[in-house]
Every structure is written in C-alpha cells, then in structure tokens.
Nanobody
C-alpha cells in the first residue's frame, strides 16, 4: 500500500514561486512513477508533471519551462518547484502514484492507483 502526503501549498502573487512536496510511504516494492495533477473549479483534473522509471520526466505543455519535478530517494519525497506562477495555476494540487510494477508515465488520472489529499495553491493577480 502506497501512502502520499502533500505539503507546501499556499497563497502567492503572480510571478512568484512555491515548492510542493509529496512524502511517499511505500510497501516492499519501489513505486517508480509519481506524478502531480491539479484540479480547479473551471477545469477537470489535469496532468502537471511526473517522474517515472529510469528517471524519465514528463511535463504538461502549460508548465514547461516554469515547473520542475524532482525525486529524492533518501527522503522519499517528490517535489514540484513552481516558478513564474500565473493566476491560471490556481488549483488543488494532488500527488499520485502508479502501482509499483509500472515504469511508464501516464498523463491521465486513471493510470494512477494512489492519491494524496491535495494541497491548495492560490495565485493572486
């Protein structure tokens, strides 16, 4: 069983930065694919970024060049550094994990079996 706990959300002005962290508690098998999704009142849950097997990383087009995902196995965390934030980035951000035997990144939420509770990010204009 994989457990995920997000932290680091908050209120920031447009152009500012926030760093989200996902603490990953795993069973006996390593969980290779960890991703970040977000959901806002005007949008369905959408893919943001993920790190997968062999260190592969994928970003949504809307965040490329602004967001950076990183994994620290010594701390069992997957962080999302968000720079140049825009009001459109306002959402609840969720950390998600695929089953341990998957290596490939999925950009749709049904591909992820485990989810955190979410953390609110609000970007003011």
């Amino acid at each position: 069983q994989v457990q995920l706990v997000e932290s680091g959300g908050g209120l920031v002005q447009a152009g500012g930065s926030l760093r989200l962290s996902c603490a990953v508690s795993e069973g006996t098998l390593r969980t290779e694919v960890i991703g970040w999704f977000r959901r806002s009142p005007r949008k369905e849950r959408e893919f943001v970024a993920a790190v997968g097997g062999y260190g592969k990383i994928t970003y949504a087009d809307s965040v490329k060049g602004r967001f950076s995902i990183s994994r620290d196995d010594s701390k069992s965390t997957v962080d999302l550094q968000m720079n140049s934030l825009e009001p459109e980035d306002t959402a609840v951000y969720y950390c998600a994990a695929r089953e341990p035997y998957f290596m490939d990144i999925m950009t749709t939420s049904p591909g992820y079996a485990y989810w955190g509770q979410g953390t609110q990010v609000t970007v003011s204009s």
